[in-house]
């Protein structure tokens, strides 16, 4: 199984279409941006605005970074 990442889209992601993003990587307190940009494909029909924040993964099938889940802004209307 491929390795799952957390990115950053630097572009707005179309359903089926595909944006520029960023790798993130965990500091020791939260996810920041690395240097490595990536093209990331979207293939379960998901979407984002620039900014939101996903996972992905760089598949060996299709040999390109593709989203997994988490485009769309999370935002919580719970109280706890």
Known sequence: ME????FELLED??????AQAV???WNG???VRT?????LHDSVRNH???GDRGYC?????????????GL?????????
Not at 58 to 65: A, D, I, K, Q
């Open 23 to 25: 790798l993130l990587k």
């Open 13 to 18: 992601l179309h359903p089926e279409g595909q």
């Open 35 to 39: 240097q490595e940009k990536i093209e």
């Open 48 to 50: 984002g605005d620039r």
């Open 57 to 69: 993964f760089f598949s060996s099938e299709s040999n390109r970074w593709e989203s997994l889940s």
């Open 3 to 6: 390795s799952i990442k957390q």
């Open 72 to 80: 769309y802004q999370q935002v919580s209307d719970r109280e706890f």
């Open 29 to 31: 307190n939260s996810y």
